[in-house]
């Protein structure tokens, strides 16, 4: 008989762990792959897997898939849940405008459109147009919007779309009187914006050469570079701007000045939160080329510029203030002993800062919920902004000429709106408020506090219908991200919004990692104290446990990317804890997740295996090197895309065929392959509906859980 790879390779078995579940994972073969690190062999038995364009990868996402697929389509909550997830998704969901060149600029979508649609006016109370739909870029929806930028007078918009939720950007430029593109095209942007030069004349981006062959989704991303694009010119012909050609991991991205006479370019080597800061004169609003000049290149601090005013630049900083503050810099003697501080440190983290109007609007976090604060241009406090609710706000942003701004407000149970704020007189009305099948008046939210192993308190924030029994009987989703400066604190969601209606308690837990309470928050769970966040999140579900909310038959856990890791090493380190683990597109390999395309911007918070002290950590919690064999494990189920090129697939591959080899008991371990998709960004609704809902379909199933 001929053998085919498949037949070789995937060839299915019944796996003594799943036989109760009536599952046959594919076997997936093994190779003899050992690796050294310092004193430490460790064995890498599914590394042909890091090799997405292989056919044997392919033909075993095929049969994965196929496995996943049976076990969900016999799940009896599979279609009321996804019934329900439909009906709460449907409703008319606005962004937050904003305004140039005399244009009113929105997204909206009515409701299950696959991608959000662009929408232009001059006024606020005329009928807009229609400025970009990007829903007629493909038949399935997965060419996504992934920014827009209009041009100083209103006339041109720039725009970049990517193509099945990919990281690598094309940037065109749209005619909006005629609604025709303009022959500019431009090639390998990745994780950049495009920012206009004041006289329209052209943009600058930030773009990597062209990958090699066969590696586009997987190579490693090093030296970016900024450009300036003149419109009418080919992308051959663009002016290199500023590189590093010694400092492989420098990146750049680039702003232009209220008054069009500057150019700011962030210069970031990492995803942390310390960066550098160069200028580069415009004069009378264009470029004439020149060489930046910097402002500080030492990296040791967050620089965020806020506005030109006067000769001198506000930066929103934490050099020398963990919460954060104001500072300002004369441009005529930038060095860092000039420097003065504006707006002082306060007891909150200050989380975003905006110069609109001649004003300062300084957003907090005050326990994980947002505090928005008017100083005026002296530095000096005028008022605070009345928000709805304890919730989150975001938006605020805008020209130093503006005399308004927009922003969204939103909490666990309530869907975002979206208010104009009037910076002079501090009046906020609705600009928009949506319509839902969600019945807000029967849930509430409470924040509660929880203290870690180590004596730590942080918030967690559950929603749940009113009258909550608490008798440990609750069917409980416990979310949590714990990384890279990113706070998470409460907002309205479609799935949680689902899991509520199908009589369930959805928690957030605001754990260190993250930027609730500052950067030093931010550092407690970094690198070698990585072990804070898990702790934090274990904390987190024994409090939910104690307090009768749920227990670990009817408490499940969930997280993406870095959350991803979190639930993954969570679910290794206390198994008995929780019912149901659902990673998606987790980091799982924290020995080589550098080695793939964006993936080594990351070591600022998680450190590399190339170190001693920071491998032994690394490998201490490594969710694909930590599964317990011969230990009972919640049901799994991992989530990944086949085009996720933020964190690569492989991360996923190789820890769900870890966890099907390893004996882990009989609950499901699977892994739910999108065919299309990458990390999350840019998804069509329909490719949403039907993965989350299956995550909340899986859990529920996995807790006997009856959906009507």
């Known amino acids: 008989m001929k053998l085919t790879l498949s037949s070789v390779a995937i060839t299915a078995v019944v796996a003594t762990s799943a036989q109760a579940q009536g599952l046959n994972y594919p076997v997936t073969r093994k190779v003899d792959q050992v690796d050294a690190y310092h004193d430490t062999a460790v064995a890498d038995p599914y590394r042909w897997l890091e090799d997405d364009n292989s056919a044997e990868t392919k033909a075993w996402v095929v049969e994965q898939n196929k496995v996943t697929d049976r076990f969900l389509e016999a799940m009896p909550q599979r279609l009321p849940t996804r019934r329900i997830y439909t009906e709460l998704y449907n409703f008319e969901r606005y962004g937050i405008p904003f305004s140039e060149g005399g244009r009113y600029f929105w997204s909206r979508n009515d409701g299950?459109?696959?991608?959000?649609?662009?929408?232009?006016?001059?006024?606020?109370?005329?009928?807009?147009?229609?400025?970009?739909?990007?829903?007629?870029?493909?038949?399935?929806?997965?060419?996504?919007?992934?920014?827009l930028v209009p041009s100083r007078d209103g006339k041109l918009l720039a725009y970049g779309i990517a193509g099945a939720g990919s990281d690598w950007q094309v940037w065109k430029v749209r005619d909006l009187a005629t609604g025709q593109d303009l022959e500019d095209k431009i090639d390998w942007v990745k994780f950049s914006s495009a920012a206009w030069t004041a006289d329209g004349k052209g943009f600058f981006y930030s773009r990597y050469d062209a990958p090699k062959e066969g590696v586009k989704l997987?190579?490693?991303?090093?030296?970016?570079?900024?450009?300036?694009?003149?419109?009418?010119?080919?992308?051959?012909?663009?002016?290199?701007?500023?590189?590093?050609?010694?400092?492989?991991?420098?990146?750049?991205?680039?702003?232009?000045?209220?008054?069009?006479?500057?150019?700011?370019?962030?210069?970031?080597?990492?995803?942390?939160?310390?960066?550098?800061?160069?200028?580069?004169?415009?004069?009378?609003?264009?470029?004439?080329?020149?060489?930046?000049?910097?402002?500080?290149?030492?990296?040791?601090?967050?620089?965020?510029?806020?506005?030109?005013?006067?000769?001198?630049?506000?930066?929103?900083?934490?050099?020398?203030?963990?919460?954060?503050?104001?500072?300002?810099?004369?441009?005529?003697?930038?060095?860092?002993?000039?420097?003065?501080?504006?707006?002082p440190e306060g007891p909150d983290a200050m989380t975003s800062a905006s110069g609109v109007g001649g004003r300062y609007l300084l957003s907090y976090l005050h326990d994980a919920a947002t505090l928005v604060r008017a100083h005026g241009a002296d530095g000096k406090p005028l008022s605070e902004v009345k928000l709805p609710g304890v919730g989150t706000a975001s938006g605020f942003g805008g020209r130093w000429s503006d005399t308004e701004t927009f922003f969204s407000y939103t909490s666990l149970t309530t869907p975002a709106e979206v208010h104009r704020y009037d910076v002079k007189t501090g009046a906020i009305t609705l600009f928009k408020k949506p319509k839902t099948a969600f019945n807000a008046d029967e849930f509430e939210t409470r924040r509660e506090f929880v203290t870690s192993k180590d004596g730590t308190r942080f918030p967690i924030f559950i929603a749940a219908k009113k009258g909550l029994k608490l008798d440990g009987t609750n069917p409980t989703l416990l979310y949590g991200y714990g990384g890279f400066n990113i706070a998470i604190t409460p907002a309205y969601g479609v799935t949680s919004a689902t899991w509520l209606?199908?009589?369930?308690?959805?928690?957030?837990?605001?754990?260190?990692?993250?930027?609730?309470?500052?950067?030093?928050?931010?550092?407690?769970?970094?690198?070698?104290?990585?072990?804070?966040?898990?702790?934090?999140?274990?904390?987190?579900?024994?409090?939910?446990?104690?307090?009768?909310?749920?227990?670990?038959?009817?408490?499940?856990?969930?997280?993406?990317?870095?959350?991803?890791?979190?639930?993954?090493?969570?679910?290794?380190?206390?198994?008995?804890?929780?019912?149901?683990?659902?990673?998606?597109?987790?980091?799982?390999?924290?020995?080589?997740?550098?080695?793939?395309?964006?993936?080594?911007?990351?070591?600022?918070?998680?450190?590399?295996?190339?170190?001693?002290?920071?491998?032994?950590?690394?490998?201490?919690?490594?969710?694909?090197?930590?599964?317990?064999?011969?230990?009972?494990?919640?049901?799994?189920?991992?989530?990944?895309?086949?085009?996720?090129?933020?964190?690569?697939?492989?991360?996923?591959?190789?820890?769900?065929?870890?966890?099907?080899?390893?004996?882990?008991?009989?609950?499901?371990?699977?892994?739910?392959?999108?065919?299309?998709?990458?990390?999350?960004?840019?998804?069509?609704?329909?490719?949403?509906?039907?993965?989350?809902?299956?995550?909340?379909?899986?859990?529920?199933?996995?807790?006997?859980?009856?959906?009507?």
């Open 501 to 708: 209606k199908m009589g369930g308690v959805y928690v957030i837990a605001s754990i260190r990692g993250g930027g609730e309470y500052g950067s030093a928050w931010h550092e407690a769970g970094t690198q070698l104290n990585k072990q804070n966040v898990f702790d934090d999140f274990i904390a987190a579900g024994e409090w939910l446990v104690k307090n009768q909310v749920a227990s670990p038959a009817t408490l499940a856990i969930n997280g993406g990317s870095n959350g991803g890791l979190l639930v993954g090493a969570v679910a290794n380190q206390r198994p008995d804890l929780f019912a149901a683990a659902v990673p998606q597109v987790g980091v799982m390999d924290m020995l080589r997740y550098q080695n793939f395309t964006i993936g080594w911007a990351w070591a600022t918070d998680y450190g590399t295996s190339d170190k001693p002290d920071l491998f032994k950590a690394l490998y201490a919690y490594s969710p694909i090197h930590n599964i317990k064999n011969g230990t009972k494990y919640p049901a799994v189920m991992i989530t990944t895309g086949d085009h996720d090129d933020r964190v690569v697939p492989a991360h996923s591959f190789k820890y769900a065929a870890t966890l099907q080899a390893a004996d882990t008991g009989t609950a499901p371990k699977l892994i739910r392959i999108e065919v299309n998709a990458g990390h999350g960004a840019g998804k069509p609704t329909s490719k949403i509906i039907e993965e989350r809902s299956d995550i909340l379909a899986f859990i529920a199933n996995t807790m006997k859980l009856d959906v009507k």
């Open 112 to 147: 299950l459109q696959q991608q959000n649609v662009i929408y232009t006016a001059k006024s606020l109370k005329d009928a807009p147009v229609i400025a970009l739909d990007p829903n007629l870029l493909s038949k399935d929806g997965t060419v996504a919007l992934t920014g």
């Open 218 to 343: 997987t190579g490693a991303n090093y030296f970016q570079k900024l450009y300036y694009h003149r419109l009418g010119s080919p992308q051959a012909e663009d002016v290199l701007v500023t590189e590093n050609r010694d400092d492989k991991e420098w990146g750049f991205g680039a702003d232009v000045s209220d008054d069009g006479q500057l150019l700011l370019i962030n210069v970031w080597k990492s995803a942390g939160s310390k960066n550098g800061l160069l200028v580069l004169p415009l004069p009378k609003g264009s470029f004439v080329g020149g060489k930046p000049q910097p402002i500080t290149l030492d990296f040791d601090a967050l620089y965020s510029p806020v506005a030109v005013t006067g000769g001198k630049l506000i930066v929103k900083t934490d050099k020398g203030a963990p919460r954060g503050k104001l500072i300002v810099i004369d441009l005529k003697n930038p060095a860092p002993a000039d420097w003065k501080t504006l707006v």
